[in-house]
């Protein structure tokens, strides 16, 4: 079983590595600081080692000797490796370890010289000083001392040693103030939590967002719109239900009604009339069924369709209608299409176009028949905008009686139907056209049309973005 991460290790690990990091980096600094105060120290006493010895030698009488205090002086430290020498720029070395390099006369002219040298092996320091003979006015002496570096190195590693026990412990208080600073900065979070845990299954209301610190605040706004997304789709499915109960009601009824009509009166014509009208019934039960599941579509949220994408429109359209012209004519309609055959772009969903198509050409088969012998007569048209970079417009035209201006505004909402045009329908043809509209950013405009006479349908579709 994986566990889950925990933000409160994470968090700890996060802080944890920098301040090991820094622990490393400190410890560093401070042997480097030891190192350059050792150095300090010791060059100290090197140079001032170097003076007492130059002292002594120019209180001696001769030049080949000297004295005993000097010598005393020199005997010192059986730990390290002590070296001297005294070197006169005249007679050359007086005393003391002839290897020990010769510093150069203008080096030292400045004042005291410091040289690093490598001696068996060993890495050594010296420290020089020049001084006047005063056995010889005319001679200069250069007092040399040196000893191995170890010391100083070891005095280094004692300072880091004895601080590094001081950071782990300051960087372990630290961890623990840490620690118990991310326990306490995440109980901000127990509010929100209760507040989710409390609610009812059915309360999609946003959050509750004045306690929340800045930082959850996008979480909190993700959850918000995450739960008026879950809310737009139980409202559309309790109003899907809705919507089926009050289209299936009477159809089911009625079906029920001719079945009992049926077994009641087993004659052959009363049999045949009540089969007639469960078919009559059973074809507009499937077509309210159609267009229900199609509403459904159309309202449903973006994320649950696919990806809109650039159709021709012209080609689109064309087909369709080519597609139902055989049953325009056995229905005794001249159904026409007007516009180019292809080389109109438009962004959109091809599925929902054709359905929004197909209930516009059936509307207009419907209701667009204008009652006298004249025959029925629908025009699909599609042009592009005048004005360049203004989309397209689609329009569906029949050469029926209209409808009643005061009746036009309603048309579109879900189960309305204009009295007085004759024909059964479920009101959800012109509710779909809206929503697909809607649902690609065009305008619909229903009109009774003049020339010729009947009710025009038209969807003007946005320019493709650049």
Known sequence: MIRNPSLRRRLLLFVSVPLLA????GGIINYVIGLHYANKVYDRWLLDSAKAIGDLVNSDAGRNELSAQARILLQFSVKERNEFAVRSLRYGVLAGDDNLPQPSPKAGLAGPLFTNF????QPMRMASVFLANKADPGDVLVISTAETVHKRRALARELLVSTVPIELLLIGVAMALVWLGINRGLRVLDPLAHE???????????????????????????????????DRMLRQQQRFIADAAHQLRTPLAGLRLQAERALADPRPETVREALTHVERLSAGTARAAGQLLALARAQAPDESLGAAAPLDLAQLVRNEVAARVPDAI???????YRGPEHGITAIGDAVLLREMLGNLIDNASRYGNP?????????????????????????????GRGVAPELIPRLGERFFRAVGNGHEGSGLGLAIVREIAERHGAELSIVNHGDPHGLRVEIR???IAA
């Open 118 to 121: 490598v001696d068996r092996d």
């Open 371 to 399: 009652g006298d012998h004249a025959g029925a007569m629908i025009t699909v048209e599609l042009q592009p905008a005048p004005d360049p970079g203004s989309g397209c417009a689609l329009s569906v035209q029949d050469n």
């Open 196 to 230: 989710i845990r409390m609610r009812e299954a059915g309360d999609l209301s946003p959050l509750r967002t004045i306690d929340a610190p800045l930082e959850v605040q996008p979480l909190v706004a993700t959850i918000d719109a995450l739960l008026a997304r879950l």
């Open 461 to 463: 579709f946005p320019p």
């Open 22 to 25: 820094v622990l490393v980096c």
């Open 330 to 336: 056995a229905k005794g309609i001249d159904l026409g």
